[in-house]
Nanobody, 125 residues
C-alpha cells in the first residue's frame, strides 16, 4: 500500500525559507515519478515541481529560481526547498507519486495516482 506523508510546513515571513519532506512507503521509491502540488483557499490545486527517477526536474514558472525539488532514494524521501517565499506561496502543499513519468504533463494532477494528506505553508508579509 502506497503511503505518502508530508512534513515541514509552517509559518514564515516573506523572504523566508522552508524545506518540505515527503516520506514514501509501500513501493519501490526510486522507480516512481514524484511531484509537489499546492492548493490555496478558493483555488484549484496546481503543480509546483516534479522529478523523475532519472532526476529530471520540472517547475512551475511561478517558483522557478526559488524552489528546488530533490530526492534521497536511500531514505525514500522527496524534498522541496522553498526560498524567497512570498505571501502568494501560502497554500496546502501535497506530495504525489506515480509509476509513470509523463514528461510534459508532469505538473498535471491527472499524472499522479497516489497523494499525501498535505502540509500547510503560510507566508506573511
Amino acid at each position: 500500500q502506497v503511503q505518502l506523508v508530508e512534513s515541514g510546513g509552517g509559518s514564515v515571513h516573506s523572504g523566508g525559507s522552508l524545506r518540505l519532506s515527503c516520506a514514501a512507503s509501500g513501493y519501490t521509491y526510486s522507480s516512481y515519478a514524484m511531484g509537489w502540488f499546492r492548493q490555496a483557499p478558493g483555488k484549484e490545486r496546481e503543480g509546483v515541481a516534479a522529478i523523475n527517477s532519472d532526476g529530471i526536474q520540472r517547475y512551475a514558472d511561478s517558483v522557478k529560481g526559488r524552489f528546488t525539488i530533490s530526492q534521497e532514494n536511500a531514505k525514500n524521501t522527496l524534498y522541496l526547498q522553498m526560498n524567497s517565499l512570498k505571501p502568494e506561496d501560502t497554500a496546502m502543499y501535497y506530495c504525489a507519486a506515480d509509476p509513470k513519468y509523463r514528461a510534459w504533463w508532469a505538473l498535471l494532477l491527472t499524472s499522479y495516482t497516489f497523494w499525501g494528506q498535505g502540509t500547510q505553508v503560510t507566508v506573511s508579509s
